[in-house]
């Protein structure tokens, strides 16, 4: 069956440019959730959505970050004006509900900010 | 933002040894999860612990819920290349937190020698 995917795999970009990075859930999974892994270090929490419920956006680390959710399917996470320290690998997850549901991770997207 | 105290950060180990690995935390967790994760890919889950003092075995894996609930630990036993990866442990539902966002350690890199 289909995993958590994301796209794109890599992206390059300028300093002070957008960029919008997408991810699909497993179907049936109401719960999605946005982490940022910077190099050597551990997945910091972004954004969570569930259902229809308003997300959880108190690990965004500036205004800068944003995310959107369609309904329980694909999620963006958009990126303003980037700086050099947005670089990280940024990785989506989903799960079936929260709690002790287990949260399923995509291959995540590179961001490199020159 | 909160992090658990993950050690050690990497460790190279002769193909057959038994491994271990720890985490703590200065404050407590309802759920400890042990996930790996390969190059170019998302965590994986590998073991969930739900109750203090909880002792869970996986194939070679075993880790344990410390009875503090600050701490918990990961054991791999007669190691193989394919345990090559890094190793991150991730506390939920601690007090005063939600029970959806994962808190991660920061890995500990695993090599191991055929």
């Known amino acids: 069956g289909a995993g958590v995917s994301q796209s794109p795999s890599n992206k390059v970009t300028e300093k002070g440019k957008d960029v919008e990075l997408r991810c699909d859930p497993i179907s049936g999974h109401t719960a999605l959730y946005w982490y940022r892994q910077r190099l050597g270090q551990g997945l910091e929490f972004l954004i969570y959505f569930q259902g229809n419920s308003a997300p959880d956006k108190s690990g965004l680390p500036s205004d800068r970050f944003s995310a959107e959710r369609t309904g329980e399917s694909v999620s963006t996470l958009t990126i303003q004006r980037t700086q050099q320290e947005d670089s990280a690998v940024y990785l989506c997850?989903?799960?079936?509900?929260?709690?002790?549901?287990?949260?399923?991770f995509g291959p995540g997207t590179r961001l490199l900010v020159l | 933002g909160q992090q658990l105290n993950q050690s050690p950060q990497s460790m190279f180990i002769q193909e057959g040894e038994d491994v271990s690995m720890n985490c703590t935390s200065s404050?407590?967790?309802?759920?400890w999860l042990w996930y790996k994760q390969d190059p170019g890919e998302g965590p994986v889950l590998l073991i969930a612990?739900?109750?203090?003092?909880e002792l869970t075995s996986n194939g070679r894996l075993t880790a344990q819920f410390g009875i503090t609930r600050k701490d918990s630990f990961l054991n791999i036993s007669a190691s193989i290349p394919s345990d090559v990866g890094i190793y991150f442990c991730?506390?939920?539902?601690?007090?005063?937190?939600?029970?959806?966002?994962?808190?991660f350690g920061k890995g500990t890199l695993l090599t191991v020698n055929p």
């Open positions: 612990l739900y109750k203090a003092g």
């Open positions: 404050s407590i967790f309802n759920t």
């Open positions: 991730a506390g939920l539902g601690n007090s005063g937190g939600s029970n959806y966002k994962l808190t």
């Open positions: 997850a989903s799960s079936l509900g929260q709690g002790r549901q287990t949260q399923y």
